[in-house]
Structure formats: structure tokens, C-alpha cells
């Protein structure tokens, strides 16, 4: 059930291997501190710049972090900026959870489910950026329905994202990448923020490979990187 009482269908594992004694030591310990108050936030109208001691420049969302490298990357290198992390593999928490001890500062809060739920309770221009990175692709047809990105994912990223702010995704599945293009250009604003095709091969400085990603690599599959801008000047929400 989501905190708004419809139910919510959630389509990825939740547990893998079991945890090792330290690694559950550190979820029992660590992660509630950490935790983002989905059940308690008012719907679309929480400012999540409330949820960190320090009000941070800025508040980015990572949908799916895995690991968590490229999230604890983003806080560790970007120290004005607060993240949230989605993802509701424990073992992936628990990953991220390890890597934060390289993070100064208490600027990361978890959600350790499905990032629809925190989608529903930001308030609209609440977010400089979202990362979406090599989401699950759902390859069969009739699973396609399944997959986060979606006509309607696509335009409440919009209406989260600050004016300027940016939606980064990457995936390294053909016909994930045809469905994610015909989505976010079917939408009227989002603009792409490339200037030649290297934009879609090759990352960014400032966007370190991920777990999935070196994986996809190793297995012959190469990613494309897709980054796309709200523009600066918008009256629309
Ligand atoms: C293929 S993995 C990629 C992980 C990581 N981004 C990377 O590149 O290494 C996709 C991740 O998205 C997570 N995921 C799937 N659906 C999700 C949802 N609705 N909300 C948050 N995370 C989700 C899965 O648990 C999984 O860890």
C-alpha cells in the first residue's frame, strides 16, 4: 500500500543474498536516522530541503541508485547539494550505506522502496536534478508496463524539476532507449542538453560509471547517456 492508500504495484526484488552480519548491523543502525518520512509528508507539497539539518543549496533524486557509487560520487564531489536515494534492494542500501562514510555532512536521506512514493509527495520545483540510470528495461512486450520511465513519469519529473534543472538517464538496452526517446520528446518542454552524438556515448566528467553499467560494459552492450534540460524560463509548473 502507498502512504495514499491505493495499492501500488512494485515489480523488482527487494532481497537478494543475505546480508552479512556488519552489513544488517549497518542497516539496523544507520538507515533509520537516514530515512526519507514518506508516510508523513503532505502530497505534493513537501519541500525536501527541510529534510536535512543544514538546508543544502539544492535537492537531487536518484531513482534506482543499486549500489549506490554514483550517488555517494554525486554528494561527495557536489557539497552544497543534499540527495535523496531510491531503491528497494536492501543489499544496495546497504552498499550505499558503506560508501556514505566518504560523505561529509549528513546530506543523503533513503528511501528504501519504490521512488514513486517520494515522487508523490515532492512539492513541484523542488529538485535541481534527477538521476534515472540504467533502469530495469523489462524487455518483453508485455512487461513494458513495468518500466519507471513512462508518458506520465516523464512529465512529473518535469513538474518536480526546477526551472534550468536536469533529468540524466542511461541505459544500455536498444529498445529501452527507443521507448525512453519516444517518451521524453513526445513531452513539449524538456529539452536535450547535447550538441553532437558523442552526448549520447560517452558520460559527462561529472558522471561516474556506475556498477550496472561497467557490467553492461564488460558484457559487450554499451550504454547511451541521455541528459535533457527544463528550460530556465518556463511559467509552467
Ligand atoms: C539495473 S539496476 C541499475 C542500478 C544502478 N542505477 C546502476 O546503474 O548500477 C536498476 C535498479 O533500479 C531499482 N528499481 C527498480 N524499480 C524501482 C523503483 N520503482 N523505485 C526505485 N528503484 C527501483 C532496482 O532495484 C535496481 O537496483
New binding site residues.
Given amino acids: 500500500m502507498s502512504d495514499h492508500g491505493e495499492e501500488r504495484l ?4 527487494r532481497k537478494g543474498r543475505p546480508l552479512r552480519a556488519g552489513m544488517q548491523r549497518r542497516v539496523d543502525e544507520d538507515l533509520v536516522p537516514r530515512l526519507v518520512p514518506v508516510e508523513t509528508a503532505p502530497a505534493n507539497a513537501t519541500d525536501p530541503r527541510d529534510w536535512f539539518p543544514q538546508p543544502p543549496r539544492a535537492v537531487w533524486l536518484e ?5 549506490g557509487e ?1 550517488l555517494a560520487w554525486q554528494a561527495q564531489h557536489n557539497p552544497d547539494i543534499a540527495l535523496i536515494g ?4 536492501v543489499n ?1 542500501v546497504a552498499s550505499l550505506l558503506r560508501h556514505l562514510d566518504d560523505v561529509e555532512g549528513d546530506r543523503v536521506r533513503i528511501h528504501p ?4 512514493d517520494v515522487l508523490d509527495v515532492l512539492a513541484p520545483q523542488s529538485l535541481e536534478r534527477i538521476f534515472v ?4 528495461p523489462w524487455p518483453k512486450r508485455r512487461h513494458h508496463y513495468r518500466r ?1 520511465i513512462q508518458h506520465e513519469t516523464v512529465a512529473r519529473f518535469y513538474e518536480l524539476l526546477k526551472p534550468g534543472g536536469i533529468l540524466r538517464m ?1 541505459t544500455d538496452d536498444p529498445g529501452y532507449l527507443v521507448w525512453i526517446l519516444a517518451r521524453i520528446t513526445a513531452h513539449p518542454d524538456f529539452r536535450w542538453t547535447g550538441t553532437s552524438m558523442a552526448d549520447f556515448t560517452e558520460r559527462r566528467d561529472d558522471w561516474p560509471e ?4 561497467a557490467k553492461a560494459k564488460r558484457e559487450g552492450r554499451m550504454p547511451a547517456y541521455l541528459e535533457f534540460r527544463k528550460p530556465a524560463q518556463t511559467c509552467q509548473g
Fill in positions: 512494485f515489480f523488482g526484488r531513482i534506482g541508485f543499486g549500489g554514483h531510491c531503491e528497494p534492494f544496495g522502496d519504490d521512488a514513486r540510470l540504467h533502469a530495469d519507471i542511461a556506475t556498477r550496472y553499467e
